[in-house]
Nanobody, 124 residues
C-alpha cells in the first residue's frame, strides 16, 4: 500500500525559507513521478512542482519563479521541496502526490496517491 507522509511545514516571515519532506513507502521498484501541490480554503488544489520518474526532469508552476526546488532521494524514497524567498501568497496546505503515469502533467487529475498535507504559513 502506497503511503505518503509530509513534514517540514511551519510559520516563517516573508523572505524566509522552508524545506518540506515527503516520505514515500510502498511504491516498489517502479518508475514513478512525484509532485507537490498546495491548496488554500475555497480554492482548487494547484500544482507547485513535479519530478518525473524517468530522467528526473522537473516542472514548476509559473508562480514559483525560481524560488522553489523539487528533489528526491531514492533510498529511502523521500521527496523534497526547498522553498526560498517565501511570500504571504505561498501560505497554504502543501501536499505531496505520486503517480505511475508515464508522462503526467502538473495537474491533480494525474496523481493517484496523496499525503495528508503540511501547513505553511508566511507572515508579512
Amino acid at each position: 500500500r502506497v503511503q505518503l507522509v509530509e513534514s517540514g511545514g511551519g510559520s516563517v516571515q516573508a523572505g524566509g525559507s522552508l524545506k518540506l519532506a515527503c516520505s514515500i513507502s510502498g511504491i516498489g521498484n517502479f518508475d514513478h513521478s512525484a509532485a507537490w501541490f498546495r491548496q488554500v480554503p475555497g480554492k482548487e488544489r494547484e500544482g507547485v512542482a513535479m519530478i518525473y520518474g524517468v530522467g528526473s526532469d522537473t516542472r514548476y508552476a509559473r508562480f514559483v519563479r525560481g524560488r522553489f526546488t523539487i528533489s528526491r532521494d531514492t533510498a529511502p524514497h523521500t521527496l523534497y521541496l526547498t522553498m526560498t524567498n517565501l511570500e504571504p501568497e505561498d501560505t497554504a496546505m502543501y501536499y505531496c502526490a505520486n503517480t505511475y503515469a508515464r508522462a503526467p502533467s502538473l495537474d491533480k487529475s494525474w496523481f493517484t496517491y496523496w499525503g495528508q498535507g503540511t501547513q505553511v504559513i508566511v507572515s508579512p
